[in-house]
């Protein structure tokens, strides 16, 4: 798939058409769509149900793998190497299959598009998925914010239960599955899935040491589960439709099928995107998909994969070693417009794709001050497990904050970078690096500004965070 | 947190059998483990009666054979778990940074101000002094693209302006005009 260019007379809102490619949320935006079964019946639903179970178990999970289907969660995780980690000719323990629906990485609105507009592409997905993976035990994680959304998969559930799509002996295939929805409480870990696994066992999110704890093997109740994220789920529907080789001819190599991107921030026209992976360009999105930058400013920065991602600065270039057409590797110079929306490009610039949310800075805004916003929710945040996050994202937050209040301190700058260096790699789970990693690549991009605001004078300015 | 300067309330509630039929339902969601239905249950318990006390954490430890603190732990973990009763009306708005860059906290200043819920009651909520009112920052909403976000009760606004807040205002009002006239 190409990508064409946008008119910008045929960008109406985030659901015009905008040269998408949608494939997850093909009906979502259709104005007579609604999350109901019937209307999912009426457009082919639980086809793709009925041909897996005609289907060997392990042939489902050789077409995933056939497929290069990434997780969207935000590691980007091979879906059909996951699942391949289950031995089930050695296995004796019950497998559960996790749908992580606890989306609450900032800048990510993907998933909730998928459950409110579209449950049942889920449902199906992730019956599909615990018919590969033999489990006969689901849950769906769902951060307890949605009330609504759980309400509308409480609902599906309970539809699909009544058309025998769910339950005992499913269309008569003879597998047994039951799904439940779980809420979460408002902690962000629980997106990491071993703190979820461990939320979900009715105890704090405390994420879980790697190794012993990997989830396909001592997961929930210490046995084999699977966890993958809404849209994964839902693209492995599509996977079955099509056939994992096909499939994979959607984008480019390593970065197969489409993507949801979300654009939040500083642009005229935010939303949600979907595009073969690759197929769009940063600098297209946000200009003529978007709308460009709001109020006719310029573009300052962008984060490309949630607020955990790296910064990128306007103006900044990379070089970025990929393979070309023919397979060979090249090195090429690329500005941040040009950078393909992928999981490698977007990697080999130094940030990553993470769960695809944009958030667009422009000239106007404060490097400290949004640093000092996204400090503030990691300190929050952090479980408090681990002593260097515990302790470095609240110390790290309080620099900021005193920063951001004109109290900074010359050091502050290389302190900020000293303890955001000693954090990444010394946690259980990846939040080391998620708190650390914006705080270094602001600090790094965006230098002079925090220099020079830490040796600003105390005095009553503007501020995003209201001191109350 | 839940320190020893703000322990949980006493609680009187008393759970009636339509609550306790849906405890039992959520439990037998999670047949390999009770103690899963710990979460749920205090979900269960909150939207029934507000807010966490005392009462929940040792009814709900009875229901599911746990001990109090193995709901304490959870209560003084997950943020949307309250211990004390938030307004009749209450705002949360996100705080983090895109919904930020739209107003947010501009938004979040004017709610407090339009309602004068002036007195903290910890954890960032602030409450009119009549209880009828609160607002509080809450983190990103996962609606990052129609910002600002705000939810009230279940309900999540999208492109919350003050505005939007005067007609949840008014709506309230005017249903309790009728609530008022339908007792009368």
């Known amino acids: 798939m190409v990508y064409r260019k946008v008119e ?12 998408e490619h949608r494939i997850i949320l093909r009906y979502a935006d259709e104005p007579d769509y609604t999350p109901d079964i019937d209307c999912y019946l009426r457009h082919g639903g639980y086809e793709q149900l009925r041909k897996a179970l005609s289907m060997d178990p392990a042939a489902i999970v050789a077409e995933v793998k056939a497929s290069g289907l990434r997780g969207r969660g935000g590691a980007g995780f091979p879906t059909g190497t996951k699942w391949g980690f289950i031995d089930h000719a050695k296995n004796r323990k019950p497998v559960y299959l996790l749908c992580n629906a606890d989306e609450s990485e900032p800048g990510t609105f993907k998933d909730r598009q998928i459950i409110y507009k579209d449950p049942h592409q889920l449902l199906e997905g992730m019956i599909i998925s615990s018919y590969a993976n033999h489990a006969h035990l689901a849950y769906i994680y769902i951060r307890g914010e949605m009330v609504r959304g759980a ?38 870990i629980c997106g990491e899935e071993t703190g979820l696994i461990e939320s979900l066992e009715g105890k704090r999110a405390y994420p879980r040491i790697k190794p012993p704890y990997f989830p396909a093997v001592l997961g929930l109740y210490l046995c084999p589960t699977i966890v993958n994220n809404v849209e994964t789920l839902c693209n492995v529907k599509h996977i079955v439709e099509m056939g994992g080789e096909a499939y994979a001819k959607i984008g480019t190599r390593n970065n197969t099928g489409t993507r949801i991107w979300c654009v939040s921030g500083d642009v005229r026209r935010p939303g949600y995107f979907e595009y073969d992976g690759g197929a769009i360009t940063l600098g297209k999105l946000l200009y003529e998909v978007c709308g460009g930058i709001r109020d006719g400013n310029r573009l300052k920065a962008v984060i490309p994969g949630g607020s955990s991602a790296k910064v990128l600065r306007a103006g900044e270039t990379y070089r970025i070693r990929r393979a070309n057409s023919e397979g060979t590797m090249e090195e090429i110079e690329m500005t941040l417009e040009d950078l393909p929306l992928d999981f490698d490009t977007i990697a080999a610039s130094g940030s990553m794709s993470g769960s695809g949310g944009i958030i667009v800075m422009d000239e106007t805004r404060d490097m400290v001050e949004c640093l000092n916003n996204l400090s503030a929710f990691y300190a929050h945040e952090s479980c408090g497990q681990c002593t260097p996050c515990r302790e470095g994202a609240l110390w790290m937050h309080k620099i900021l904050d005193r920063m951001a209040e004109g109290e900074g301190r010359p050091e502050d700058p290389q302190l900020l970078l000293d303890l955001s260096g000693q954090i990444a790699g010394r946690t259980i789970c990846a939040f080391g690096e998620a708190c650390s990693w914006p705080v270094e690549s602001f600090v790094a991009k965006f230098r002079e500004e925090f220099e020079a605001k830490a040796a600003q004078e105390r005095k009553e300015h503007e501020r995003l965070q209201p001191a109350c | 947190m839940v320190g020893p300067e703000q322990p949980l309330l006493p609680g009187t509630e008393a759970p009636g059998a339509e ?54 732990e959870l209560v003084t973990f997950y943020p949307m778990l309250r211990v004390r009763p938030a307004g009749k009306i209450n705002f949360r708005v ?69 505005d939007t807040v005067e007609r ?12 008022g006239v339908q007792k009368g």
């Open chain 1, 8 to 19: 910008m007379a045929e960008i109406g809102s985030a659901k015009g058409p905008t040269g």
């Open chain 1, 151 to 188: 309400q509308i998969l409480e609902r599906a559930l309970a539809e699909a239960r009544a058309k025998n799509l769910l339950g005992a002996n499913i269309l008569g295939s003879g597998y047994d599955l039951d799904i439940f929805v779980f809420r979460g409480a408002g902690a962000y």
């Open chain 2, 19 to 72: 609550f306790e039929r849906k405890a039992d339902e959520i439990i037998r969601q999670y047949p390999v483990s009770r103690r899963s239905a710990a979460l749920p249950l205090l979900h269960h318990w909150q939207q029934e009666f507000g807010f966490v006390s005392q009462r929940a954490v040792e009814w709900i430890a009875e229901k599911l054979a746990l001990k109090p603190i193995h709901l304490l």
């Open chain 2, 94 to 162: 996100c705080r983090t940074l895109s919904c930020a860059l739209a107003g947010s906290h501009d938004l979040f200043a004017r709610i407090r101000e339009r309602c004068g819920a002036t007195s903290s009651a910890g954890h960032g909520m602030y409450v009119s002094p009549d209880g009828a009112y609160s607002v509080e920052f809450v983190e990103c909403l996962a609606a990052c693209g129609s910002a600002p976000a705000m939810m009230v009760e279940e309900e999540e606004f999208e492109r919350a302006t003050i």
């Open chain 2, 168 to 179: 949840i205002l008014a709506k309230s009002q005017a249903s309790r005009a009728t609530d």
